[in-house]
């Protein structure tokens, strides 16, 4: 598995011997990998840069990345913002527009207003920017050739 999903159907109530109960359905599935159908695998260590620019599709992708094989998130939490957008009609015709699904790790933790945590966390500083460097990638190389 590599997320799951939960959503809420607020104009779905669950009914229970005829009457509302006051809650919502609430529907969930699990997003799987591909089957590797023997193909070759790469098994080193790999990482993923994030920062708080990382948000919707790029965080779905880490979370596939991450159950394929363990990768590492180096540089800040991403922006905690993936999970489709639903869309619904109130009385009066009104269309509302929200994030609907409730994105989740593999294992369960959230996704949402937490975002990626990375295993090294680093930032650029105004020193490496005035210096040229890139200093999140720098210590992402240095996390691969020398495991720490």
Do not use: C
């Not at 809420?8 to 109960?21: K, L, Q, R, T």
């Not at 990375?118 to 996390?143: M, N």
């Amino acid at each position: 598995m590599a997320a799951q999903f939960f959503r809420y159907a607020p104009n779905e109530p669950d009914i229970a011997n005829g009457e509302s109960n006051g809650s919502s359905q609430k529907y969930s599935f699990a997003q799987r990998l591909p089957p590797g159908e023997g193909k070759w695998v790469y098994k080193g260590k790999t990482v993923m840069l994030v920062d708080e620019r990382t948000q919707s599709q790029a965080e779905h992708t880490g979370l596939f990345f991450e159950a394929a094989n363990g990768t590492e998130f180096i540089g800040s939490p991403s922006a905690g913002a993936n999970g489709d957008v639903t869309d619904f009609t109130i009385p009066g015709g009104i269309s509302l527009s929200f994030s609907g699904h409730d994105v989740r790790h593999a294992d369960g933790r959230p996704l949402q207003q937490v975002g990626l945590q990375p295993k090294i966390r680093i930032r650029p500083t105004i020193k490496g920017i005035r210096a040229g460097r890139d200093e999140v990638l720098d210590r992402a190389v240095r996390y691969l050739t020398l495991g720490k």
